[in-house]
Structure formats: C-alpha cells, structure tokens
C-alpha cells in the first residue's frame, strides 16, 4: 500500500449513505495517538512482537485521514532504527530476530517520514544493506523466505517486491547493474499459485484467498507483468471470484462460507482495484458496512460490527473508503 493516487478508485457521495454514518475522524485520530500510552496493561506488552506493524498501520491511516504529523516524527524514526539489525534486516521490536515483513514495514514507515537519510546516518551504505538482505532471503525456485529459518510464503515476495521498488534496488529501477533478484523465477512462482477459480492461494495448489490474491497480483503488478500474464480474461475470472465474496450485509470475506472483516476491504478492493474490476461490487453497502463497524465514542474501527477495534482493522477499513472515494480520504495506489 502506498500513499499516492491510483487507478481504479471509485466515488461514494455522502448522499448514498445513512444520514447518522460518516467517518468520525478525529475520534480515529485521537484513538491510534493513544496507542503507545498504555504501557501499563498486559496487552501492550503481550503485542511487543506487533509494534512495528502497529507504527506502519497507525501512520498510514493517519496519512489518509490528513493527520500525518499525529505522531512525533523524531520518536518514530528512532524507534524504526532501534529494531534495525547489522545485516540491514528489521526486527518487529529493538531484540526481535530480523524478518521480511517487518523489513518491509520499516522502509513503508522511514519512507513516509522522509527518514532514509537518517538510515543512512545510522548504518554506512543502509539502502543497500537493506535491499542485500532482502535480496538474500529468495530461494532457487523464486519465492521468498521471511527470515534465516526458511518459512516460505507469497506475503513475503510481495514483501520482497514493494520494498526493493521502494529503495530503487529492483532490476528495472538499475538498468546495466547486476540484478539483486530474480524476478523472472518470483513471477513464475506466483503464476503457479494461480488456481482454475481465478484466485491465487499461499502456494501451489491451495485454496484461493482474498489475502493471497492481494500478494499475487500485487507482485506481478510491481513486476509489470499483471496485465501481460492475465489478460482481460484473467481479469475477468479473477473478477468474478473476487467479486463474489461480498455478502449481503455489504462486507466481504475472505473466501467463500466464511464470514465478513473489514480488512478484507482492502485485500479484496485494492486486487479489484488492480485489475480495473472496482466496481462489480457495491461500494455504497461496503461503505456502510466499514462505517458501522467503527466505535464513534473512542474511535477505531472492528472486523464487524459490535466487536472491540483495533489499529490493523482500523488502517484497513480507512483504506477500504479510500478506494470507493470516500469524501476527504487520500487516495492509495492499490498496489
């Protein structure tokens, strides 16, 4: 998820709605604020292995709600580099083991804060470093390993992919220099997780899922290779499935019989939204559906309705309104 404009967004008028629905902003602003205050419960330190997700998906949800200053610029950037490990790996928290996920999470973050000169101060050459580890954790058939004992999983490809293209190290971006990766195994790889339904799943031969189908296509996308390797008709077939997960309460799951989560906004709508197929579901009733699931007492946003908020459903349910064009939300590049 990246914080510019792209294709495929759509427009939802405060018209289309409830008249009592409507985002409460500076009730979300004030709950992520809150977030790093409650050192003194159980919970803030039973989610240590969480927090730097936690930084990334409060801050991108404070970029689209237009706070992006809420946060003190000087604690973030400190803290991102205090889980910064020699080989250019992020941990999840300052003694965490380095993994790709969170590596990729910290560039998000140092990206949008305008901190790789600070990456720099701190480790000689750090862009690359980074970018080396990453590049190290692929394996001989193209996937990715997300860290040094060897889990292999589409999640970290694409993580592989958007945080190279993030430090200018994929192929592409260094014509006439020897490639870090192999991008022609990776998307080889992600093709072979493409399934009959149309969707992709975790590896080979498993069930299509929307979360899945997000790291595929967003992959071929920074590749290049989306609209090459499905053509309008893999669209198609990928839209339909896609499309098929929204339900009657205007939400949308996962993968079929299972029930409806606000993040699913996003994996579900940026892959649409990738692939030019928005708007084959109804984005008024998702939008309903995201708003109804919002605390507008405290602020956050829940996986459904009625259910206790949290900051990974809150960041995912503000991007979701972000793709149907939900009035005075910034815009994100699907991919």
């Not at 809420?70 to 083991?97: E, I, K, T």
Request: charged share 20%.
């Amino acid at each position: 998820m990246s914080l510019a404009a792209g294709p495929g967004r759509g427009h939802v008028a405060h018209g289309q709605l409830p008249g009592e629905l409507r985002l409460v902003v500076d009730k979300h602003v004030a709950y992520i604020q809150s977030l790093d205050t409650r050192r003194d419960e159980l919970e803030y330190h039973l989610t240590e292995h969480l927090r730097i997700g936690g930084i990334y998906w409060g801050l991108t949800a404070l970029h689209l709600l237009g706070h992006p200053d809420a946060l003190p610029r000087d604690g973030l950037l400190a803290y991102v580099l205090s889980c910064l490990h020699d080989d250019g790996g992020f941990g999840a928290a300052p003694g965490h083991d380095a993994h790709i996920l969170y590596t990729g999470y910290s560039v998000q973050i140092l990206t949008m804060i305008d901190g790789f000169d600070a990456l720099e101060e701190k480790m000689a050459g750090g862009k690359h470093k980074v970018a080396t580890f990453v590049a190290n954790l692929q394996q001989s058939d193209g996937r990715f390993a997300g860290d040094q004992w060897g889990e292999t999983d589409t999640r970290f490809l694409f993580s592989a992919f958007y945080t190279l293209s993030l430090l200018g190290y994929m192929p592409h971006q260094r014509p006439g220099e020897p490639a870090m990766i192999d991008v022609q195994a990776a998307t080889a790889y992600i093709k072979a997780c493409h399934n009959s339904d149309g969707g992709f799943g975790v590896a080979p031969g498993a069930e299509s899922h929307s979360g899945q189908v997000f790291t595929c296509v967003g992959a071929l996308s920074v590749a290049g290779e989306l609209d090459s390797y499905l053509g309008e008709e893999g669209k198609d077939r990928l839209g339909a499935w896609l499309s098929e997960r929204q339900l009657i309460s205007g939400g949308l799951n996962g993968r079929p019989e299972k029930l409806v989560d606000v993040c699913y906004s996003w994996w579900v709508g940026s892959s649409l939204a990738m692939i030019d197929r928005l708007h084959w579901i109804d984005q008024a009733k998702l939008t309903t559906f995201i708003l109804q699931c919002q605390d507008p007492d405290q602020g956050g946003i829940a996986d459904r309705p009625e259910d206790m908020v949290d900051v990974f459903h809150t960041v995912f349910g503000i991007a979701g309104l972000s793709l149907v064009g939900y009035p005075g939300i910034g815009e994100v590049d699907p991919a």
